[in-house]
């Protein structure tokens, strides 16, 4: 038997984070009621000029920075021609010969180490309406028309359905790091067409090309390959010929589906937009978008698991929420422990903001007061528990950690005649539990040291009610 393997390729359409359209001023929002962001530009009407939306072109430069691409000196524009209802100039804007950006790469996480997929281009164009399909009827909203696209293609890099979903994680993480785009998928802000052949594996020519259009999800188009590559292997085990073509998932069958072959692919037609000029950016005008590069999300986690011994669970959290993680960094920089700095803002202060109204940027006590909490742990002028009470405290009020515990007493009591007190208390009331405890039932020591810590309200350190009790309960 052969072996096969499978060779990706994908292409990635992302709406691109502006204000208004692509070529006209109407408003760029998802949800309003349909048609009501139209006007005779983006509906195609005749005698109307295209003007190109800067902060696109400013967010697409940007975005070949952030996927190491090259930035063009010279872009152009071309019409692709298609008739299709939703397109309503029967023609789509886009960078066919001279794209914007083009030749990088996206490293992301992948089966326990780093992938590298190379970017072909990265190019501009505009989305299309949506069509709607009733009863009876049909109908079509142009809200989207004219909305800026961003088409990311990628070299067929990938190697199999798992690592095309990380690749689109990745890429999904690097748009939304950099405010390109906010890649809601709900909103169909990104979609996917997947390209995927097979081949006997080392062999070096390509098997035939099958398309998958118009993926909505990043679970789908893993599961649209986990169901084609088998297939395109099966059709050559059993002696068959595949031929270019293009597909459709059907996501509750599970299937792909073929839409057409070769021969009734499409022609478009490409020709120069005689409408624009070719878009030529200056030094200055590079040089304003080279400000908004921000570091990427993988080398953000890289980092704090490097500079601040972070387990990669950690560094995770803090790549996901951006302001908890310069937060950390501010108070981290200045502890011995960043490790503790790190618990108590993951499990304590997220968990906090999580119940309450507040914001981070609202925060009553001082970011200095987590580093004192920390200190009276270690110090052991106060036990693990109470530090969460007086945490709770710090929160509410926005007093000093030190200043709660003089003022509500809670001091650890490490004093052996205290603590001693408390032990035969917990004796005396438990009989049973010492009794088990002296017939080698370990334990029941565990219970009476709760109990001894329920009786000091929290207050009595650990480790010396451990050796005290253990001593008196031998008896
Ligand atoms: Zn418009």
Redesign the pocket.
Known sequence: MTDYESVIGLETHVQLKTKS?M????ANEFGAEPNT???????GLPGVLPVANEEALRLTALTGLLLNCTVSRVAKFDRKNYFYPDVPKNYQITQYARPSTANGYLDFEFSGGIARVRITRAHLEEDVGKNFHFERTSGVDFNRA?VPLLEIVSEPDITSADMAHAYLSGLKEVLMYGGVSDCDMEKGMVRCDVNVSVRPSGTQELGAKIEIKNMNSFSGVRRALEYEIPRQIAVLENGGKLVQSTRRWDDVAGVTEEMRTKEHAHDYRYFPEPDLMPFEPTDEWLAEVKKRMVELPLARKQRFMRDYQLPAADAQTFVWDLPLGDYFENVARQSRNPKAVANWIINNLRAKLGETPTALADLKFKPEGILELIGLVESKRISSSIAQQVFSEMFETGESPTAIVQKKGLAQVSDAGAIEQFCDEVIAANPGPVSDFRNGKAAALNYLKGQVMKLSKGKADPAVVGEILEQKAKG
């Open positions: 359209k070529w006209c001023g109407c962001h139209v006007c005779p530009v983006c509906l004219g």
